[in-house]
């Protein structure tokens, strides 16, 4: 089985292979040996060719992030079937769907949540998020490989997780860092459901004005 049982219920973006667009969001809603299938969340399913082959990328904050490459087999509004499932190279994941923004956040050299006595942190500017990271401008000094604690609030949610660098570059007396999220804390984990559901809501809405774009 190329995914584990623990998957189910996790939120998905499913896009076409080659071109890497965005097709549809939903959940995996059952896997088997043969084939995964995905329902509906808040908005119908988007209708897909038979035999299109898709990229779906996968989150779950107790097993991670999963990228997986398969086939159409049916297609309607409420369910997807994919067949031929199969794990995806490195080579072949391309980017998460990402999210365009201006978040201040705070930014603590700690692997894991600070001390109360911790004062001492660096304001940071996140330009863009996907399920698999951040993009994000400081004068904080990272290097690649190393973790450190984010604080932000997306709406009124206040969300806290660690953090690990990727790759840095500069721009004038500042930083600029992609980072991916590190779930290996409970603390993380959490913040994830805010993080998702507020990714998930995005890619909805670009759906809807593409649909509203046809007619």
């Known amino acids: 089985m190329v995914l584990h049982e623990g998957y189910r219920?996790?939120?998905?973006e499913i896009k076409n292979f080659e071109t890497n667009r965005l097709l549809s969001v939903g959940y995996i809603k059952r896997v088997d040996n043969d084939y995964i299938l995905i329902g509906e969340r808040t908005d119908a399913l988007n209708y897909m060719a038979l035999n299109t082959k898709v990229k779906v990328s996968i989150f779950n904050a107790k097993f991670g992030f999963r990228v997986v490459g398969a086939v159409v087999y049916t297609s309607t509004q409420e369910e997807l079937k994919l067949s031929e499932v199969r794990e995806i190279v490195n080579g072949e994941r391309r980017d998460y769907f990402r999210v365009d923004m201006s978040l201040e956040a705070k930014f603590y050299k700690y692997y894991?949540?600070?001390?109360?006595s911790a004062n001492i942190f660096y304001d940071a500017q996140i330009s863009n998020m996907s399920l698999k990271g951040i993009l994000a401008q400081t004068d904080m000094v990272m290097e690649e490989g190393d973790y450190f604690w984010a604080e932000f609030r997306i709406g009124d949610k206040k969300c806290e997780c660690n953090c690990r660098?990727?790759?840095?570059?500069?721009?004038?007396?500042?930083?600029?860092?992609g980072c991916e999220f590190v779930f290996m804390r409970p603390e993380s984990a959490m913040n994830m459901d805010v993080i998702s559901a507020f990714l998930f809501q995005q890619q909805q809405e670009l759906l809807r004005q593409r649909r509203k774009s046809k007619y």
Do not use: K
């Open 9 to 12: 219920g996790a939120i998905c």
């Open 112 to 116: 894991g949540r600070p001390p109360g």
């Open 165 to 177: 660098v990727i790759r840095r570059s500069e721009e004038g007396d500042e930083f600029v860092y």
